[in-house]
Each structure stands twice: as C-alpha cells, then as structure tokens.
C-alpha cells in the first residue's frame, strides 16, 4: 500500500532527488497526441542540476504521432491495471489499453533502471496524469494509467502544474 504524501513533502522530494523521470512532452519533444510538445519553463526550472529521464509512454508503446486522442473509458488508470476500465480512442473507441498498459510497464523499467524516486508528469494525460485523467469525456480526478503504475510501485509523483 502506497502512502498519499501531501504536495509540500513531494515538494521536497522533488528538490532531494539526483533522478527524475519527467513526462518528454514537458521536457519539450514533440511527441503528444497532436504531434506537439508542451514544454514548460517552471518545470525546467524545477529540474536544474537534476540527470532526466524523458518518457513518453504513448509513443514508447508504439503508438505514433500524431495519433488519436485516447480517454479511459470505466475508469481511472487504476481501473484499467486492474482489468476494469479500457483505455480507448475517443472519436472511435477502438481499445488501445494494451498499448497503455506497455507504455507504463516501460516507464516503470525506466524507474527501476535509473533508480527513480520522483516523476514529473503531464496533468489531465490518460498516460501521465497524476490528479486528473480524462474518463467518459470528461476529466475527473484520478490518475492516468503510467501514473497509477508508477505511483503503486511508490514513486513519488507531481504534475506539471504544481510547478
């Protein structure tokens, strides 16, 4: 059982870790759904004087960009680890929760490899979303399927947006 830290200690967590995996559109690749990146500014800043590993778990499982926007369809990322929910095209639903579930399961090998404590991921992502993900067309709270992953392994996770 993972432990829910507030974001003051992830916080510190984030300013204590050498390693950080960060989510690669933030890193500034051009790998989102829509072919572009969302690189920001305040995360890089957060990560000054910090080795990062750049993943993105979409295109590491193959899907290509751009590619189809995706939303979980049953529920939240958790869901979908667990057999519950589906992670499907939204236009079409064609299921691609099996390259979801590839995607994560590589961002974890990334963690173990590198030694990862702390991720910083894409907010509102069904992949990387750590506080809300996009369900049943709407965004809910809850984590996308790469961030439920990485988080019941105890990675300690912010999004973007806490920078």
Do not use: W
């Not at 510190?12 to 989510?23: D, F, G, I, Q």
Request: aromatic share 4%; with cysteine.
């Amino acid at each position: 059982m993972t432990v829910e830290l507030t974001q003051e200690e992830r916080l510190a967590a984030l300013r204590e870790a050498s390693v950080v995996l960060v989510s690669a559109c933030l890193f500034g690749e051009a790998c989102r759904y829509d072919g572009k990146s969302k690189g920001s500014n305040p995360v890089m800043r957060a990560l000054e004087g910090k080795e990062l590993v750049p993943v993105c778990p979409e295109t590491g499982a193959g899907l290509g960009i751009p590619r189809p926007a995706v939303e979980l369809r049953g529920g939240t990322g958790e869901a979908v680890l667990a057999g519950q929910a589906q992670a499907v095209v939204a236009a079409t639903g064609d299921d691609r929760t099996a390259a979801f579930r590839y995607g994560a399961e590589l961002a974890l090998e990334a963690v173990k490899r590198f030694g990862v404590k702390v991720a910083v991921l894409k907010e509102r992502s069904p992949s990387c979303g750590s506080q809300g993900t996009h369900v049943n067309g709407q965004v809910v709270r809850g984590r996308g399927v790469t961030a439920a992953l990485l988080h019941s392994a105890g990675v300690i996770i912010l999004s973007d947006e806490e920078l």
